[in-house]
């Protein structure tokens, strides 16, 4: 019986905001965000606003109107291939600077890498793996006298 009592004046507490214009009524807002929508430089049929509804919850699926994907394929393609062709001769620069025995620290030092970890696990780790470089003591990999050395 309580909660009876207070959804009715919860209802009645709305009801006289509304009518004292404080708050739009229901349902409005979903219109003007459509109508709004519809005016931005941009708009097209395919971006119109979303609106989901469940028993709980309300969702809004706005469509960014600035985003303009002509094109951005290609140059995503094309920055990719760039950046890979740069590491691929970065690669080759450091297996031919390798022909005499070369420490991690050298090798590190030649390519401008200065974090360790990186260093062993993205470049020195899968050019050992394919063979592109050797260890001059493979008993002791983690000896400090290690040295790589061309494969």
């Known amino acids: 019986m309580l909660f009876v009592y207070i959804q009715h004046k919860r209802l009645i507490l709305q009801?006289?905001?509304?009518?004292?214009?404080?708050?739009?009524?229901?349902?409005?807002?979903?219109?003007?965000?459509?109508?709004e929508t519809a005016r931005l430089f941009g708009y097209t049929d395919e971006l119109v606003p979303e609106f989901r509804s469940a028993r709980t919850e309300f969702h809004t699926i706005l469509m960014n109107m600035n985003y303009n994907m002509d094109g951005a394929t290609n140059h995503v393609t094309d920055h990719v291939t760039n950046h890979v062709a740069e590491q691929d001769a970065r690669i080759e620069s450091l297996i031919e600077f390798c022909a005499t025995p070369k420490?991690?620290?050298?090798?590190?030092?030649?390519?401008?890498?200065?974090?360790?970890?990186?260093?062993?696990?993205?470049?020195?780790?899968p050019l050992l793996l394919e063979g592109k470089l050797k260890m001059t003591?493979?008993?002791?990999?983690?000896?400090?006298?290690?040295?790589?050395?061309?494969?």
Request: with cysteine; aromatic share 10%.
């Open 137 to 151: 003591i493979p008993d002791k990999p983690k000896s400090v006298k290690q040295k790589y050395i061309q494969g």
């Open 15 to 35: 009801y006289r905001i509304s009518y004292k214009c404080f708050i739009e009524r229901r349902g409005s807002g979903i219109k003007k965000i459509r109508n």
């Open 103 to 125: 420490s991690r620290e050298e090798m590190q030092d030649y390519l401008g890498i200065s974090n360790r970890g990186h260093f062993s696990a993205s470049i020195l780790r």
